[in-house]
């Protein structure tokens, strides 16, 4: 862990950390939305939480998002924690995320991410955090 990891988690207790996207291309897409406030909410496959591979988001929690390089990026709190079956995804909830042109357009993405990881189905449970950026890290 990094020293300015542990500053981070440090100032934030109860903070956990995670890296969003599974390449350093969407993870820079997706702190650019984050950061111009476009990024509002984000979704996992529920199954990364219930093996243990992430901490799940808790409301009101401030979690630090980093960077491809596992540099502390972004400093965020927990509004809203859902868990919706992919199937079940709204328009609104897609919209939130902030990536993607419509619904459509987000379940195949999702779809695409979620092969990748070996856990897609339509049914498959999903987790939806809504969040607030509460510092850019990077500077």
Not at 50 to 63: F, K, Q, S
Not at 75 to 98: C, D, I, N
């Amino acid at each position: 862990m990094t020293v300015a990891l542990q500053a981070a988690l440090a100032r934030w207790p109860g903070a956990q950390s995670y890296r969003p996207g599974d390449s350093a291309a969407l993870n820079a897409e997706i702190l650019a939305l984050m950061r111009s406030g476009r990024k509002r909410a984000s979704c996992e496959a529920w199954a990364v939480f219930d093996e243990g591979h992430e901490a799940l988001p808790v409301v009101g929690r401030v979690d630090i998002v980093l960077d491809w390089d596992g540099a502390p990026a972004l400093a965020t709190r927990t509004l809203e924690v859902l868990r919706v079956r992919f199937a079940e995804v709204t328009g609104e909830m897609a919209a939130e995320q902030g990536e993607f042109t419509d619904l459509a357009h987000w379940r195949r993405g999702y779809e695409a991410y979620l092969t990748r990881s070996g856990r897609f189905a339509p049914d498959v449970a999903m987790m939806l955090e809504r969040f607030e950026v509460v510092e850019d890290l990077a500077g």
